[in-house]
């Protein structure tokens, strides 16, 4: 199994819902991503998990917090959004994260919209 | 820091013609480097990268690039472009253990 799987593909939400995206990975890789990306733009990343735990936050604000429950899963729980936050949300896995050289593998992303 | 900048937002192409697709690197240290592709409502997909060794990578989909160290360069090529490349196309440079940042992508529109 070579790829990371994301649920939902779209999700619709309002700026007082609560709402999780969902990503996996069965490649025993212990590194795993969330990036932001706006149209026509290049992704930005939000924050990585190493080995199970928070190793990079770039600085995002609060209505979004991740979680890796095991080192096959992450989620991105979501809360309080804002309109700007519609965005198409990546998951992405690497094989280490000690080593510069790996590439990381994308799953198809949530697209997401915030009314 | 480390940087890469794509020349080029746009570039379109016959089919059957040259694809080049520019990217120039900064980096202090000897850099990973890494094309990607994205197609219309997918995730990214990876062509290539460049560690070591040999500065001619070959891809999927009959990409290549090649490293060039005194030029910062490592620009993609493709010798005959298909309808299906038609894609937005991403080069990055690892940039320390777990972190990859992205050129400002170059979509690439091939004509009939």
């Known amino acids: 199994d070579t790829e990371v799987t994301q649920t939902p593909k779209h999700l619709v939400m309002g700026m007082t819902n609560k709402k999780s995206l969902k990503c996996e990975q069965h490649m025993g890789h212990r590194a795993m991503y969330w990036y932001k990306q706006k149209a026509k733009k290049p992704p930005e990343l939000m924050f990585v998990?190493?080995?199970?735990?928070?190793?990079i936050n770039e600085s995002v604000p609060s209505r979004f917090s991740p979680e890796c429950p095991n080192s096959s899963l992450l989620n991105l729980h979501l809360h309080a959004l804002q309109p700007e936050d519609s965005a198409l949300y990546l998951c992405?896995?690497?094989?280490?994260?000690?080593?510069?050289?790996?590439?990381?593998?994308f799953g198809p992303g949530t697209r997401l919209t915030v009314l | 820091a480390q940087s890469v900048t794509q020349l080029g937002s746009h570039v379109s192409v016959s089919e059957g013609a040259l694809v080049l697709l520019r990217c120039n690197y900064s980096?202090?240290?000897?850099?990973?480097l890494f094309w990607y592709v994205q197609y219309p409502n997918q995730g990214l997909q990876l062509l290539l990268k460049y560690t070591t060794g040999a500065t001619l990578v070959k891809g999927i989909n009959g990409f290549e690039a090649e490293f060039k160290k005194s030029e910062t360069s490592f620009h993609l090529t493709k010798p005959s472009a298909h309808m299906s490349d038609a894609a937005e196309y991403f080069c990055?440079?690892?940039?320390?253990?777990?972190?990859?940042?992205f050129g400002s992508g170059t979509r690439l529109s091939i004509r009939p």
């Open positions: 980096s202090s240290v000897p850099p990973y």
């Open positions: 992405a896995s690497s094989q280490d994260p000690l080593t510069n050289s790996n590439e990381q593998f």
């Open positions: 990055a440079v690892s940039i320390g253990a777990s972190k990859i940042i």
């Open positions: 998990y190493s080995y199970e735990k928070l190793s």
